[in-house]
């Protein structure tokens, strides 16, 4: 998956709200709750790089990315907002 087929996902989720996904329920919770999920996942990488496998690594900054799409979805940010950026 690439990170535009993410952001993708994640403004269908905030769209479509189906129950029983963890994103929903972050969408409930706000900008708040989902700010804590992605520091929370970009101390899980950096202890990765630090302790685990490059696996693991992967992994975890999979997650950082795709909790960076749901931050984008809440406050309806586009990929092009975010590339003027780089």
Not at 43 to 48: D, P
Not at 66 to 83: D, I, P, S
Request: hydrophobic share 40%; net charge negative.
């Amino acid at each position: 998956m690439t990170f535009e087929e993410m952001v993708a996902l994640a403004n269908l989720r905030k769209k479509e709200m189906p129950e029983g996904k963890g994103t929903t329920e972050l969408f409930k919770k706000g900008s708040h709750a989902i700010g804590k999920k992605l520091v929370e996942e970009a101390a899980e990488s950096w202890m990765a790089a630090r302790y685990e496998t490059r696996d693991d690594q992967a992994l975890e900054l999979s997650q950082v990315l795709y909790y960076v799409a749901v931050m984008m979805a809440e406050k309806g940010l586009t990929l092009e907002e975010v590339y003027k950026k780089l």
